[in-house]
């Protein structure tokens, strides 16, 4: 049998996710971070992304789209505390481009109402969004 870790992935709605998992993978703020059991000790900010979570039971590994947050891993504990989170296979590829195109638009508006920032978050998430989609569609 696979060594394990325990895993939750919580947002401000629900918990999403809570089980046993071999490895995981999060969207850390300086890139992906993979984790197995007994990993150090770790806390980092993470950005919009997939997370990748391989249960011992399953083949397909189960992704969760998270739109920042925080992770934190102990040796046989992972948490990840996100903004905003939503399983892999709940996401809508339309809204998710229409939000990109919206965010692009603003963009390129200098003179919208709209904060160039926030216009950048928009499109980080709705292009991580549709990285997702892309992902889940691969795996089956």
Known sequence: MAMTMHVDVVSAESSLFSGLA??????AEMGDVGIYP???PLITRI???AVRIKRP???EEE???VSGGLLEVQPQTVTILADTAVRGH???EVKAQEA????EEAMRDRSALIDYATAQAELAEAIAQLQAIKRL???K
Do not use: C
């Open 22 to 27: 071999e490895f995981i993978v999060a969207p």
């Open 47 to 49: 950005k919009p992304g």
């Open 137 to 139: 569609r691969q795996q």
């Open 90 to 92: 709940d996401l809508d």
């Open 38 to 40: 007994r990993h150090t």
């Open 63 to 65: 992704l969760i789209y």
């Open 57 to 59: 039971d399953q083949n």
């Open 100 to 103: 990109k195109q919206r965010a």
